[in-house]
């Protein structure tokens, strides 16, 4: 947790697949995913707390596609181990993740997206996820399921999920990420609390709203109406129970 608020202030002040797991990497910063390309195929080799969203950073560094992660929450023991860099802070027992993907004469943004999903359901990391697509065409990648207090599987509403209903009005996007927040709390008592976001991005205006519209939405427009490149991670901290939002921009080439 004391690393979570370290990054807060950080961010304050500024971003047929194969499958196997072993002891779960328990620092908070871990390596950053291989992958490699060999005989027309892409292979990407995680090994992280958050093996997906890893997954996910490395093809965004190798392809520059923006893809949002949300974490589930994880309640059950089963999911959770304690950080070994002396934080005191808990983390999702994610190990090694390996998925293979066709190579670049045959990428598809979609399709293999859904591959990395199905192969991770597969491994006995923790959580179930689901690819989502909004009607703008922006990836997502969801959390909808995690080992329960007896260590079953169960399903999840997903935080963003949430339906809410927000007046049309001008607010900055430091406002309006806290008022979705407050909203969230309100109806499902999930405290969802802004972490890692470009200060530069804090003040400036929007003018977002809708009726029994999901938090996620609400989100996406509220990014989309900065004209900036940016994209999400909905972390889950075991340890408060709570979620922590971090936003990140991507600097023009």
Same mark, same amino acid.
């Given at each position: 947790m004391k690393l979570i608020q370290h990054l807060i202030c950080l961010g304050l002040m500024t971003a047929a697949p194969a499958i196997s797991q072993t002891k779960p990497e328990t620092s908070a910063i871990p390596k950053p995913a291989i992958l490699s390309e060999s005989e027309g195929k892409v292979q990407v080799n995680a090994n992280s707390p958050r093996p997906l969203a890893q997954t996910l950073d490395a093809l965004h560094q190798k392809y520059g596609w923006i893809v949002n992660y949300e974490d589930p929450q994880y309640v059950s023991k089963a999911d959770i181990v304690e950080s070994t860099d002396q934080?005191?802070?808990?983390?999702?027992?994610?190990?090694?993740?390996?998925?293979?993907?066709?190579?670049?004469?045959?990428?598809?943004?979609?399709?293999?997206?859904?591959?990395?999903?199905?192969?991770?359901?597969?491994?006995?990391?923790?959580g179930r996820f689901e690819l989502r697509k909004s009607a703008e065409g922006v990836f997502t990648v969801v959390g909808v399921a995690s080992a329960d207090a007896q260590g079953k599987i !169960?399903?999840?509403?997903?935080?963003?999920?949430?339906?809410? %209903?927000?007046?049309?009005?001008?607010? %900055?996007? !430091?406002?309006?990420l806290d008022l979705i927040g407050k909203r969230i709390a309100t109806e499902r008592r999930i405290t969802v609390t802004i972490?890692?976001?470009?200060? %530069?991005?804090?003040?400036?205006?929007? !003018?977002?709203?809708?009726?029994?519209?999901?938090?996620?939405?609400?989100l996406l427009r509220t990014l989309t109406a900065t004209h900036r490149n940016l994209y999400w991670r909905l972390l889950f901290d075991p340890k408060s129970k709570s979620y922590f939002l971090d936003i990140h921009q991507i600097a023009k080439s």
């Open positions: 934080t005191g802070d808990q983390l999702p027992a994610g190990g090694r993740f390996r998925v293979d993907l066709p190579g670049a004469e045959d990428k598809d943004k979609e399709n293999d997206l859904q591959r990395m999903v199905d192969a991770y359901n597969e491994s006995s990391n923790p !169960s399903p999840q509403k997903p935080a963003f999920d949430t339906a809410l %209903t927000v007046v049309t009005r001008q607010r %900055t996007v !430091s406002a309006m972490g890692v976001v470009p200060r %530069t991005l804090l003040n400036i205006p929007v !003018s977002v709203g809708g009726t029994r519209v999901s938090a996620r939405d609400l």
